[in-house]
């Protein structure tokens, strides 16, 4: 990142390109010092801005439909830990990113949405209220004008920074080529509240930890975001104490003692044990329903202390200490002491291959009831076929349930899920495009279901556009799984819940993708050869799955309403 003291257009200047000497200009040329890549579409109210960009040579990505403008930045960010951001015009453009808009709200990533807007003379017949609509999902909407474009923009990244969340910036459309005028100044962002981690706290959790007899640490995206990863694993070391994460913080200590993912897309061998802790030390983790696998992760009177930065959880349950998460863990590592005997010793077997492997041993046969492949046994197999240095992309649906569960990632930064948390489908090939130009060395891996391909099928061009070398995995099961298992399971009518059988192989390899259609195991061979001779290219691998095989965070969404 450069200076924010970075010199831009002068009010003075005479322009001499019709992308240059306006507010659009300056908003771009703040864009170009701030952000790592910008992802957009074209249209009535951004091409100045997008002009000015990509006359200079700054990184941009085209999406073929809005709702992939932010998807692409939200995974950019997810994949780097870097801001990047998007851009639409105004009316359309903008209400077609609100989806993704809202996700990336709900999920705390931080992105500047950069959008044409109504004049700022007032409404036209076809614009509507886009301040009021993106209040609507909690994002903040700023304005760039003649005399606060430079600064605005700035202030856009940073409170995006500080409060990790979105952040609109809207350009009036009769102000977009309007000259610069003096540029004013804008008052400082108030500074973010520091929580000081408290001596009494740290003492009592630290007796807390050194008394327990099976103590796990649950780290959460929060852990990443404070940089304490190391320090945490460190305490958990010392402890002898067993690890698990949310999937954002997939793989992010590191090490052998690591029972995986917490919640839904937890295995059923290490759910057995994560269930023995006597104590449970959540950091950074919010312990929504997922995480807590519906309340069923922990089992009731088993201790637990969440230590972060945000909001007090809703739970009884938990006790809640709101500190500084690096702070607090560098206290815990300085009082904690090395533990004699610890759960290390009396589960040896977590360490071992055998206990970490991807054999689905929850059902390892290749077919299900209807004849149609196991899912479990393919993304089992998929852990070994795919490259180790990988970023895993899901789509949202019932299909999800299985990729967390079998295919390991090289770091938190490379399992990415974009639509869970505003419980939308059909975001896959565009999180998956913002993740091949964010990390382009590593094979990028899409997993999406038939329904939300799709609904998402305008980008499906866009990625393979982006992406260096990718392969796409489409568990179909001719259905809307999700719908499929709750409803017509109750007995409503599941005409609606099908899909024709799709062979999203073909719609690859008329766009240029290879691709092959899978009934058996045996089929998966075609991909295996395909890695093993392409070092660039992007595989579609159609995968028939069976309606009949439940996803395990599914069956404890159902028996959680049932109890």
């Known amino acids: 990142m450069t200076s924010t003291n970075a010199p831009v257009l002068s009010a003075t200047k005479t322009p001499t390109l019709p992308d240059e000497g306006h507010v659009s200009a300056a908003v771009a040329d703040v864009v170009a010092e701030r952000a790592g890549h910008l992802f957009g579409l074209m249209g009535n109210g951004n091409a100045h801005l997008i002009s000015r960009l990509t006359r200079r040579g700054f990184p941009f990505t085209s999406a073929r439909h809005e709702s992939a403008t932010v998807a692409m930045a939200d995974a950019y960010y997810r994949a780097t830990g870097s801001i990047a951001a998007a851009t639409t ?6 209400t077609n990113a609100y989806t993704t808009l809202a996700e990336a709200r709900l999920a705390r ?3 500047v949405l950069i959008v044409g807007d109504a004049p700022s003379t007032g409404q036209r017949t076809f614009d509507i209220d886009q301040t009021k609509t993106a209040e609507a999902a909690g994002v903040v909407t700023l304005v760039a004008t003649p005399c606060n474009a430079v600064a605005i923009t700035r202030r856009a990244f940073d409170l995006a920074l500080q409060t990790v969340q979105p952040v609109v910036l809207a350009i009036p459309y009769d102000l977009a080529t309007a000259p610069l005028s003096e540029q004013r100044p804008l008052e400082p962002l108030p500074t973010k509240p520091v929580w000081p981690s408290e001596a009494n706290d740290l003492d009592r959790v630290a007796d807390l930890l050194a008394a327990s007899e099976r103590p796990l640490i649950l780290g959460g995206r929060g852990v990443l975001l404070a940089n ?25 200590f590191n090490s052998p003692w690591d029972l995986g993912i917490a919640g839904g897309f937890t295995r059923l061998h290490r759910l057995e044990i994560a269930r023995e802790a006597d104590l449970v030390l959540v950091v950074g983790a919010s312990l929504n329903t997922f995480q807590t696998r519906y309340g069923t992760l922990i089992p009731n009177g088993t201790k637990v202390v969440r230590i972060d930065n945000e909001p007090a ?10 500190a500084d998460i690096r702070s607090f863990i560098e206290g815990l590592l300085q009082r904690v002491p090395e533990a004699s005997s610890t759960w290390r ?23 299900g009831p209807d004849g149609r492949l196991n899912p479990r046994a393919v993304v089992a197999a998929l852990e070994r076929i795919l490259p180790q240095e990988r970023s895993v992309v899901m789509d949202g649906g019932h299909f999800m349930g299985w990729a967390p569960m ?10 990415v899920l974009v639509g869970t948390a505003f419980q939308s489908i059909g975001m896959g090939f565009g999180s998956a495009a913002g993740v091949s130009v964010a990390r382009p060395e590593r094979t990028t891996v899409l997993v999406s279901g038939d329904g939300g391909g799709l609904m998402g099928l305008a980008d499906f061009e866009t990625f393979l556009r982006a992406t260096r070398k990718g392969v796409v995995i489409v568990l179909n099961d001719s259905a809307y799984g999700a719908e499929l298992h ?40 075609h991909l295996e050869d395909w890695l093993a001779t392409h070092e660039e290219g992007v595989f579609v691998l ?11 965070f599914m069956a404890e969404s159902w028996q959680s309403r049932n109890r």
């Open 486 to 525: 709750q409803y017509a399971a109750k007995g409503l009518h599941d005409q609606a819940m099908l899909i024709d059988e799709v062979d999203f192989a073909s719609i690859g390899r008329a766009l240029g993708a290879a691709g092959t259609k899978a009934h058996t195991m045996a089929d998966l061979k």
């Open 109 to 111: 990533i931080p992105l």
């Open 313 to 322: 959880p809703e739970s009884p349950a938990t006790e809640y200490i709101r």
């Open 345 to 367: 010793s009396q589960v040896p077997e977590v360490a071992q291959p055998e206990f970490r492997s991807a054999r689905p041993s929850e059902n390892p046969e290749e077919f």
């Open 406 to 415: 079998y295919l390991s990632v090289p770091d938190p930064h490379a399992m």
């Open 89 to 94: 015009t105004y009316g359309a453009g903008f």
């Open 228 to 252: 304490a990863a190391e320090p945490l694993r460190k305490v958990g070391d010392r402890l002898g104490a067993l690890f698990m994460t949310s999937v954002m913080a997939a793989n992010a």
């Open 542 to 552: 159609d995968v028939a799955i069976s309606q009949k095989v439940v996803a395990e």
